[in-house]
C-alpha cells in the first residue's frame, strides 16, 4: 500500500475528474455512478480493486444468511468473481485494511 495523499491533492482530483466526466459524458453531472465508470474505463480503478472491494462488501451479508457457514459464503464469492476460493479467503483475513479511508488520505 502506498504511502497517503493529502486531502488538497485529492480535492484537486475530484476538480479534474468532474471535469473528465463532463466532457466524456457530454455534458452530464458527474453522478456517483459514471464516475466510477469513468474512472474504470481510464484505468484510473483497477478491475481487480473492484472486485476485492465487492467481495469484502457482500462477505459479511453472505455470512448472516442462517443456513450457510463461512465456507460456503466464500464459495459463492468465488463462483461469482470467477476466483479460487483461495483468493477470496486471502482477500477477506488480509485486505481489509486497504479499504480504511485514514489509510489512504491525510487529513
Known amino acids: 500500500m502506498g504511502k497517503p495523499v493529502s486531502i488538497d491533492i485529492v480535492k484537486e482530483f475530484s476538480k479534474v475528474i468532474a471535469e473528465g ?3 466524456y459524458f457530454g455534458g452530464a453531472e ?3 455512478e459514471l464516475s466510477i465508470e469513468f474512472l474504470s474505463r ?4 483497477r478491475p481487480e ?3 476485492d472491494y465487492m467481495i469484502l462488501h457482500e462477505y ?7 443456513d450457510k457457514t463461512s465456507y460456503d459464503a466464500v464459495v459463492d464469492l468465488a463462483q ?3 476466483v479460487s476460493e483461495r483468493t477470496v479467503q486471502y482477500k477477506i483475513y488480509n485486505s481489509r485494511t ?10
Open 21 to 23: 466526466i463532463a466532457d
Open 30 to 32: 458527474p453522478t456517483t
Open 42 to 45: 481510464h484505468g484510473l480503478v
Open 49 to 51: 480493486d473492484i472486485r
Open 60 to 66: 459479511p451479508k453472505l455470512l448472516a444468511r442462517p
Open 80 to 82: 461469482k468473481y470467477d
Open 98 to 107: 486497504k479499504y480504511i479511508p485514514k489509510n489512504n488520505v491525510k487529513a
